[in-house]
């Protein structure tokens, strides 16, 4: 598979959020994201919602079963890396509210794509995700 322009954003996306989900609890310091008052969920949800909208933005043509995948790709994603957490032995834990919020911020991204797509200024203009069409 060549990934396009338009899809390198949606790919480091990718790897930044398994990279982090993924690296050994002992790579991170002695904070608690708990101490935040749960912060940790509203990384997730925001790790994920950004997940779907830089993959939405990667193509043109979304048709509704299209986007009904991508949704089904990035909640799935966000089980298994927390599936991968809970059994490779890194220290990391398995918390079945991140993959709430990882759901969450999914749906929020499904909700929202087409507005991000069709109303910032700033992603028509200066961004490589939006073809011709949009210019």
């Given at each position: 598979?060549i990934v396009?322009?338009?899809?390198?954003p949606?790919?480091?996306w990718t790897?930044?959020?398994?990279?982090?989900?993924?690296?050994?609890?002992?790579?991170f310091?002695?904070?608690?994201?708990?101490?935040?008052?749960?912060?940790?969920?509203?990384?997730?949800?925001t790790?994920?919602?950004?997940?779907?909208?830089?993959?939405?933005?990667?193509?043109?043509?979304?048709?509704?079963?299209?986007?009904?995948?991508?949704?089904?790709?990035?909640?799935?994603?966000?089980?298994?890396?927390?599936?991968?957490?809970?059994?490779?032995?890194?220290?990391?834990?398995?918390?079945?509210?991140?993959?709430?919020?990882?759901?969450?911020?999914?749906?929020?991204?499904?909700?929202?794509?087409?507005?991000?797509?069709?109303?910032?200024?700033?992603?028509k203009?200066?961004?490589?995700?939006?073809?011709?069409?949009?210019?």
């Amino acid at each position: 598979m060549i990934v396009q322009r338009a899809q390198i954003p949606a790919v480091l996306w990718t790897l930044v959020i398994a990279s982090s989900c993924l690296a050994p609890a002992s790579s991170f310091s002695q904070f608690s994201f708990d101490q935040f008052i749960g912060i940790d969920k509203v990384l997730h949800l925001t790790l994920y919602f950004g997940f779907f909208i830089l993959w939405f933005l990667s193509s043109d043509n979304w048709t509704i079963p299209k986007k009904r995948n991508l949704l089904l790709v990035s909640i799935l994603f966000g089980v298994l890396i927390e599936v991968l957490q809970k059994h490779m032995g890194l220290g990391r834990s398995y918390d079945i509210a991140d993959i709430a919020a990882n759901i969450v911020g999914s749906l929020i991204g499904w909700f929202s794509a087409q507005f991000v797509k069709d109303k910032l200024p700033l992603i028509k203009k200066y961004l490589p995700f939006v073809s011709k069409l949009y210019r």
